[in-house]
């Protein structure tokens, strides 16, 4: 059974930066999946960035709200996959969960909360305004 584990999570300013990493443990050979997802108070969980790799070749996924500000990438090595956010915003503030599951994952699928099997416990990101 694979089990993520969170860390990095803080408070940060508006505009501000902060990296998340995520080490995944009892993982096993071949396609894998990795992502990060959020939730804020009194909201569902929703998708933020993700990756799926066989070999070595990865494929990143980020929704469109965090584009060209927040940066996924992986240690295949240390079963590790780390999230750069930058320029944060105050509604992003949330708990940042990683999830992990053996097999790839199609650009639709990977934005699928029950697609996933394995959770870490989450890390909390306030972003004060």
């Known amino acids: 059974q694979v089990q993520p584990v969170e860390s990095g999570g803080g408070m940060v300013q508006a505009g501000g930066s902060l990296r998340l990493s995520c080490a995944a443990s009892?993982?096993?050979?071949?396609?894998?999946?990795m992502a990060w997802f959020r939730q804020a108070p009194g909201k569902e969980r929703a998708f933020v960035a993700g990756?799926?790799?066989?070999?070595?070749?990865?494929?990143?996924f980020y929704a469109d709200s965090v584009k060209g500000r927040f940066a996924i990438s992986g240690d295949n090595a240390k079963n590790t996959i780390y999230l750069q956010m930058n320029n944060l915003k105050s509604e992003e503030t949330a708990v940042y969960y990683c999830?992990?599951?053996?097999?790839?994952?199609?650009?639709?699928?990977?934005?699928?909360?029950?697609?996933?099997?394995?959770w870490g416990q989450g890390t909390q990101v306030t972003v004060s305004s």
């Open positions: 999830a992990a599951r053996e097999g790839l994952s199609t650009q639709q699928t990977i934005r699928v909360v029950k697609s996933f099997r394995s």
């Open positions: 009892g993982r096993t050979a071949g396609g894998y999946t």
């Open positions: 990756v799926t790799w066989r070999g070595g070749t990865n494929y990143t």
